[in-house]
T-cell receptor, first 111, second 114 residues
Framework: AQSVSQHNHHVILSEAASLELGCNYS??????LFWYVQYPGQHLQLLLK??????LVKGIKGFEAEFIKSKFSFNLRKPSVQWSDTAEYFC?????????FGTGTRLQVTL | KAGVTQTPRYLIKTRGQQVTLSCSPI?????VSWYQQTPGQGLQFLFE???????NKGNFPGRFSGRQFSNSRSEMNVSTLELGDSALYLC?????????????FGAGTRLSVL
């Protein structure tokens, strides 16, 4: 079965620092990968997705992720974080009927 | 377009009771999935319904059940509540593009079991 693992559980960064959150997936045939974000008190929102094609995917709010097949990775990046990026970030993979979430990474951005 | 709507937003129940949560998907979405979110376990998949049929199921006991109606609205039921069932229950409706499931989430129902 497909699965993902997120190794960073809690990340603290200062504003303007660069961000990279790790996500590794297990091979399970066709790879569909997503990053979701959950801001405090808000619902889960889709940040970006990868199905096929260009391995560098751009999402909302300046986020991007790179699919590296040889490393089974789909890391999330942002060149310069803002205080408003404080949230929990989930990497996940899925099929047509089921999404499997990673354990999440809590990002705290300090002023 | 209205988003995914979950009701109620908050629930307090006692052990042994049962509870029913409701989810109205985005108009036109035929797939509805349910997840349990807890600080310790993260997001865990409960089940998914598509066209009134359960298409996939996670590893939860039979006390957790669901159904979907012809208008795609879905309900989730938990019987004989236990303290460990306290969690945020999330519903997501899906826009299926081929084999890809793009899910849009509701705000959740926070269930507290006392």
């Amino acid at each position: 079965a497909q699965s993902v693992s997120q190794h960073n559980h809690h990340v603290i960064l200062s504003e303007a620092a660069s961000l990279e959150l790790g996500c590794n997936y297990s091979y399970g045939g066709t790879v569909n990968l997503f990053w979701y974000v959950q801001y405090p008190g808000q619902h889960l929102q889709l940040l970006l997705k990868y199905f096929s094609g260009d391995p560098l995917v751009k999402g909302i709010k300046g986020f991007e992720a790179e699919f590296i097949k040889s490393k089974f990775s789909f890391n999330l990046r942002k060149p310069s974080v803002q205080w408003s990026d404080t949230a929990e970030y989930f990497c996940n993979t899925g099929t047509a009927s089921k999404l499997t979430f990673g354990t999440g990474t809590r990002l705290q951005v300090t002023l | 377009k209205a988003g995914v709507t979950q009701t109620p937003r908050y629930l307090i129940k006692t052990r042994g009771q049962q509870v029913t949560l409701s989810c109205s998907p985005i108009s036109g979405h035929r797939s509805v999935s349910w997840y349990q979110q807890t600080p310790g376990q993260g997001l865990q998949f409960l089940f998914e319904y598509f066209s009134e049929t359960q298409r996939n199921k996670g590893n939860f006991p039979g006390r957790f059940s669901g159904r979907q109606f012809s208008n795609s609205r879905s309900e989730m039921n938990v019987s004989t509540l236990e303290l460990g069932d306290s969690a945020l229950y999330l519903c997501a409706s899906s826009q299926i593009q081929g084999a890809v499931n793009i899910q849009y989430f509701g705000a959740g129902t926070r269930l507290s079991v006392l």
